[in-house]
């Protein structure tokens, strides 16, 4: 039999049991700062040196909380890692924690790109956001790029900027393929998340929506579970490896 091929698409909601501030909740950035929204909005912030200077220091303290992998993220990649099913993260986050906790980069599709990693909006070279914070630190709070002199951003999706065609077109053919979704911390209210739900459960795929609040997609998804996530994810992703379970608890295989 055919491995089963498990996606897990992955919002904010994940990432909150590592400490990770959401955007709108009571302390959440943008709640905070009502400014934000422009430090990462592409036309502000090619346009204002001061921008990019506030923009990199957000960067700075969000990667500075040195965020950890929680119990949702490690299950997720020793799913993967089992065997018991190939597994494909489809994430809206920028985090990086899915390949923190072990899964394999080319497994993870980050929708809105990466904050591990700086772009040159000239040409194109990347380089890793620890580079940039210590030219910070050595005093050029907004480092241009050493190859061209042109301006660095984080490799982000910003606002203004449109999302990868490629990174997309994988995204959509998983969704389509999977035979089980787990849309896992996300309000599944934008696009293209939602679209990908939709297209996971309209191609047969039985969707399971592990999220707090209520979502458009309750209706169509097999299962519903409002524990939290960090709870939640092992249970029932351990369901789909019980080899491994048996192995664990001391038990034979067959
Ligand atoms: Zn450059």
Redesign the pocket.
Known sequence: MAKPLVAILSGAGISTDSGIPDYRGPNGLWTRDPDYEKLVTIEYYLADPEIRRRSWAMRREMFDLNPRPNAAHLAIAELSASGAAAVRVITQNIDGLHQAAGMPARKVLELHGTSRTVV??????RTPVADAFARIDAGEPDP???????I?KAATVMFGEALDPDVLASAAAIAKACTVMFAVGTSLQVYPAAGLAALAAGSGARLVIVNAEPTPYDDVAAEVVREPISEAMPRLLRALAPDRTNENAGGRRP
């Open positions: 040159c909006t000239g040409c194109g070279a241009p790029c050493l190859e061209c002199g042109a660095l």
